[in-house]
């Protein structure tokens, strides 16, 4: 079930249940059709229970939120770094069609987060590791200390996106929870409300109390 505004269904079910058992004279009524005080407690536990669900998956998407700005931007600096290396390292050996192949930069860039980060983490472990390449690319300044500069930032993107993962799944699993709760909570609610609208039916002011719209 789809609700427009959760914080709104909350309040208004909070109120209902309070004033269900709290006004005397609704309490009276509802309690000849079976909502007493220990039918209406079913609901304010459904409700407890929904509100919890509501606050904590709350948090985990904020978290969630958080760790995915911290991915992209460690992500943009690599990509940042990496693309105008790539270029100049392109440019710079044009001539040697096997130094491209070995930095992997023969081919079109991908636009694929995790294949972009494969590919320049072996450019730049080329650039450390292969003498050939970082010799004929000394004069760019794409040199084996730029390399492991990049390669550190490029382990904090990947840090990153384990973290960003790991706290998706967690909001994604609260979001279960609440959307679970909330459907527990609006069907006992429904009957709740239908139970109302017949015990009360002679006082739309106390229907109205209940948060029940009268016309």
Same mark, same amino acid.
């Given at each position: 079930?789809?609700?427009?505004?959760?914080?709104?269904?909350?309040? @208004?079910?909070?109120?209902? %249940?309070?004033?269900?058992?709290?006004?005397?004279?609704?309490?009276? #009524? %509802?309690?000849? #059709?079976?909502?007493?005080?220990?039918?209406?407690?079913?609901?304010?536990?459904?409700?407890?229970?929904?509100?919890?669900?509501?606050?904590?998956?709350?948090?985990?998407? @904020?978290?969630?939120?958080?760790? #995915? @700005?911290?991915?992209?931007?460690?992500?943009?600096?690599?990509?940042?770094? #990496?693309?105008?290396?790539?270029?100049?390292?392109?440019?710079?050996?044009? $001539?040697?069609?096997?130094?491209?192949?070995?930095?992997?930069?023969?081919?079109?860039?991908?636009?694929? $987060?995790?294949?972009?980060?494969?590919?320049?983490? @072996?450019?730049?472990?080329?650039?450390?590791?292969?003498?050939?390449?970082?010799?004929?690319?000394?004069?760019?300044?794409?040199?084996?200390?730029?390399?492991?500069?990049?390669?550190?930032?490029?382990?904090?993107?990947?840090?990153?996106?384990?973290?960003? %993962?790991?706290?998706?799944?967690?909001?994604?699993?609260?979001?279960?929870?609440?959307?679970?709760?909330?459907?527990?909570?609006?069907?006992?609610?429904?009957?709740?409300?239908?139970?109302?609208?017949?015990?009360?039916?002679?006082?739309?002011?106390?229907?109205?109390?209940?948060?029940?719209?009268?016309?």
């Amino acid at each position: 079930m789809s609700f427009k505004n959760e914080k709104v269904f909350l309040d @208004q079910t909070e109120i209902a %249940l309070k004033n269900g058992v709290e006004e005397v004279e609704i309490s009276e #009524y %509802l309690s000849e #059709y079976g909502l007493n005080r220990d039918a209406i407690a079913i609901g304010t536990g459904l409700h407890t229970s929904a509100k919890k669900e509501y606050e904590v998956n709350s948090i985990e998407a @904020q978290e969630a939120n958080e760790s #995915y @700005q911290i991915y992209e931007t460690t992500f943009e600096e690599v990509e940042t770094i #990496y693309r105008k290396d790539r270029k100049l390292a392109k440019i710079a050996l044009d $001539h040697k069609p096997s130094y491209l192949e070995r930095l992997g930069v023969t081919g079109k860039i991908s636009l694929n $987060h995790v294949l972009f980060v494969s590919s320049a983490e @072996q450019f730049y472990n080329c650039v450390k590791k292969d003498t050939e390449v970082s010799d004929a690319l000394a004069f760019t300044k794409i040199n084996p200390a730029k390399a492991d500069s990049a390669l550190l930032k490029i382990e904090a993107v990947k840090a990153a996106r384990r973290t960003y %993962l790991r706290e998706k799944g967690q909001s994604e699993e609260a979001t279960t929870a609440k959307d679970e709760a909330f459907v527990k909570l609006d069907n006992w609610m429904s009957s709740f409300y239908k139970t109302a609208r017949i015990a009360l039916e002679d006082k739309p002011q106390l229907l109205e109390a209940l948060g029940i719209v009268v016309k």
